[in-house]
């Protein structure tokens, strides 16, 4: 089962640490200080480091059992992409996010909302996500994109986009890249036609409404995804 607890104080106290913004309200908690944190950090990121490490290599021989391709982990989310129709990742789904696992998650999230990994499909791939707002899932040290059958992690940006690309998706931007849902991107063709579109009608943006309002289509999905043509 994946672990949660140590690796999100873990890199609570870390970021803290980083920012460096003691006193005052901006943590609104007046238990924390710089001395505190040092020594919890000592303390705790040993433990942190194993738990992430699991982790890790708990999503990544899930991966290559069901032959994916691509690994993404981040402290908030997990996402694992690969050809096929999706039923493949509902399977890695229940594996790695049991409704034991959710549940007891939702208790110590102490929420009401209940959680739950998706699954995307194309028509080219599919991806499984499950994504949390607390830095719970994996150390720093650990986060960014990986081929499954090496267990590499991939560090050219437009590789990864490519890969992405092959399997029907969009790369949503950010540090490290991760797979656009098609639901706020939208399917290859259509991302295509929009990118042409603009293209097309870029001259014109200025003097024309409906060119305009083209690319700036193209501009609010490419403003946070990438594809091949649209870096």
């Known amino acids: 089962m994946l672990r949660y607890q140590t690796i999100c104080e873990a890199n609570k106290t870390q970021e803290r640490l980083r920012r460096n913004r003691y006193g005052g309200n901006y943590w609104r908690e007046e238990t924390h200080n710089r001395e505190a ?26 991966a290559r059992h069901y032959r994916q391709d691509l690994v993404v982990i981040k402290p908030e989310q997990i996402q694992v992409a690969g050809p096929g129709d999706g039923s493949v990742n509902r399977n890695i789904a229940k ?14 999230l102490d929420t009401t909302y209940p959680l739950a990994p998706r699954v995307d499909h194309s028509g080219q791939g599919a991806f499984t996500e499950f994504y949390t707002y607390r830095p719970a899932l994996c150390l720093r040290e650990h986060q960014g ?10 560090t050219n940006r437009r590789d990864i986009i490519e890969r992405m690309w092959r399997l029907g998706f969009a790369a949503q931007r950010g540090r490290p890249l991760s797979v656009a849902r098609t639901k706020w991107t939208g399917n290859r063709e259509e991302l295509q036609e929009i990118a042409d579109l603009a293209d097309r009608h870029w001259n014109r943006r200025n003097t024309s409404e409906a060119a305009k309002k083209l690319v700036s289509v193209w501009r609010s999905i490419n403003r946070y995804s990438a594809w091949p043509g649209s870096w």
């Open 145 to 154: 994109v990986y081929d499954v059958a090496t267990g590499r992690r991939l």
């Open 95 to 108: 594996e790695l996010f049991s409704e034991s696992w959710l549940r007891e998650y939702e208790q110590w």
């Open 37 to 62: 944190d040092t020594l919890a950090a000592f303390t705790l990121i040993p433990e942190a480091q194993q738990h992430s490490q699991h982790n890790f290599d708990l999503v990544l021989t899930t």
